[in-house]
């Protein structure tokens, strides 16, 4: 985030020399796929885990077997999750609150001009389907989804409706009646394969990859960009501090991504006008 007394990037040369440079690349690209982090969601007000003042850096990161404690009693967990429900954290509350920004907008915009092929994103807030985003892999899933453990299906939650007297709720898909569960995965969780898949396939294609707001540090999902670089696809990289995918980057835009995507976007229409 921008702090009050710094200076804005926006008017700032080296910011508007690497929107440019993004923005040609872009421009260029035919299947540009981003990995979205943390930072995004921070901009919109909510907390994150890690780093300076993040909810597991001040509270310690939760049990590392939350799956196998869902695992072996799925029912004790849907009772405690229900009772829950109606005392929410600090957490729970500032999500509810949240709303997406003009970082979240900005993807979409790319989406819809056909630069951005697909987004992975580590977040698990919505705030990205909520702004427009179509193409898009929660590859932590989501909080407003359910899913069943054992085929993936997936509903939102308004959509799924099930008897709290006869826990756990069971998946409604044809011959399955597998466990259904939150889709925010848990520690201890393995991520669902379908989605890995997706983002193998995705990366794959890619010819152009932007990471932002994420320190990539946590795989699988940090290990996409790393692949497409190691491939000769450019990245450019989003964020307002160096990460350990700096290095591997061929412009990095060093601002949050409510500045960085709507100065991006405008760059790559300007491009595109001039090319046309
Ligand atoms: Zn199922």
Request: some cysteine.
């Amino acid at each position: 985030m921008t702090s009050p007394d710094s200076p804005n990037p926006a008017n700032n040369s080296a910011f508007r020399e690497s929107v440019a440079e993004a923005a040609a690349i872009l421009a260029g690209a035919e299947r540009t796929v981003v990995l979205a982090g943390a930072g995004m969601s921070k901009e919109s007000g909510i907390p994150t885990f890690r780093g300076d003042g993040g909810l597991w850096t001040i509270n310690g990161e939760p049990p590392l077997n939350q799956y196998d404690t869902f695992a072996m009693d799925p029912k004790r967990w849907w009772e405690r999750r229900i009772e829950e429900a109606n005392s929410p954290g600090d957490f729970a509350l500032a999500i509810e609150a949240a709303q997406p920004n003009a970082g979240h907008v900005g993807l979409v915009e790319l989406e819809r001009m056909g630069i951005l092929a697909h987004l992975i994103t580590q977040n698990i807030d919505d705030l990205h389907r909520r702004a427009g985003q179509r193409s898009i892999t929660e590859i932590h899933g989501n909080r407003y989804w359910m899913r069943c453990v054992r085929c993936e299906a997936r509903w939102p939650k308004a959509e799924f409706i099930f008897d709290e007297a006869d826990l756990p709720p069971r998946c409604t898909s044809p011959g399955c009646g597998g466990i259904v569960k939150s889709d925010t995965v848990m520690f201890g969780e393995p991520i669902p394969p379908s989605a890995l898949r997706r983002c193998g396939e995705e990366t794959a294609l890619a010819d152009c990859f932007m990471t932002i707001g994420t320190s990539a540090v946590v795989y699988p999902a940090a290990q996409y960009p790393i692949e497409a670089a190691r491939r000769g696809v450019p990245l450019i990289e989003v964020n307002p501090e160096e990460t350990p995918l700096t290095p591997l980057a061929a412009v990095v835009v060093r601002a949050p991504s409510g500045v960085a995507l709507p100065a991006i976007v405008e760059a790559v229409r300007a491009a595109r006008g001039e090319d046309a």
